[in-house]
T-cell receptor
Framework: DAGVIQSPRHEVTEMGQEVTLRCKPI?????LFWYRQTMMRGLELLIY????????DSGMPEDRFSAKMPNASFSTLKIQPSEPRDSAVYFC??????????????FGEGSRLTVL | AQSVTQLGSHVSVSEGALVLLRCNYS??????LFWYVQYPNQGLQLLLK??????LVKGINGFEAEFKKSETSFHLTKPSAHMSDAAEYFC??????????FGKGTRLSVIA
């Protein structure tokens, strides 16, 4: 079974540019999470979806960040315009709570973003 | 509200020595507890989990953890550290209604 797939793995861009990160969750999972990891702040939950609907976006740092999940197999995290302080590793994770599953999260390999 | 506290942001052990990474949690209901490991430049992967039943849980790579309700702890141990165990370890709690709550992580260094 394929795991959570993220793209791109690495992105280097200049301040002010738009950045789009992509995620394909594990088939059958109905929860999808976006996390950001930095040395200073550790692992932060940005937003999560259930059945493609955003449930909690209180972790999204500001209006420059937006996330969508148009269908069960695809989600995007967009930063527009990007700033150097957005440099981080962004992780996508998915899970399901059906059939008594314990809600274990499955993480992608991450997208390392560098904003110059 | 649930929370996780990992004592020590950095732990250093000698190769072959005991590994002990501490995790305490708070939860208003019986929790599910998890340990994740993150190797450099990789995502987090599940090391082990406690849901119900036996309180001593065995995971991959020789790690185990014991759920102690009276102490609200879920410490991670390994009898003999290996160089390949060097990584960041995250404890997490799930009380059923919200996303996993992660601790801040403990970086394990193994000295030859």
């Amino acid at each position: 079974d394929a795991g959570v797939i993220q793209s791109p793995r690495h992105e280097v861009t200049e301040m002010g540019q738009e950045v789009t990160l992509r995620c394909k969750p594990i088939s059958g999972h109905d929860y999808l999470f976006w996390y950001r990891q930095t040395m200073m702040r550790g692992l932060e939950l940005l937003i999560y979806f259930n059945n493609n609907v955003p449930i909690d976006d209180s972790g999204m740092p500001e209006d420059r960040f937006s996330a969508k999940m148009p269908n069960a197999s695809f989600s995007t995290l967009k930063i527009q315009p990007s700033e150097p302080r957005d440099s981080a590793v962004y992780f996508c994770a998915s899970t399901t709570r059906d059939r008594g599953d314990t809600g274990e999260l499955f993480f992608g390999e991450g997208s390392r973003l560098t904003v110059l | 509200a649930q929370s996780v506290t990992q004592l020590g942001s950095h732990v250093s052990v000698s190769e072959g020595a005991l590994v002990l990474l501490r995790c305490n949690y708070s939860s208003s209901v019986p929790p599910y507890l998890f340990w994740y490991v993150q190797y450099p430049n990789q995502g987090l992967q599940l090391l082990l989990k406690y849901t119900t039943g036996a309180t001593l849980v065995k995971g991959i790579n020789g790690f185990e953890a014991e759920f102690k309700k009276s102490e609200t702890s879920f410490h991670l141990t390994k009898p003999s550290a290996h160089m390949s165990d060097a990584a960041e370890y995250f404890c997490a709690v799930d009380s059923g209604n919200t996303p996993l709550v992660f601790g801040k992580g403990t970086r394990l260094s193994v000295i030859a």
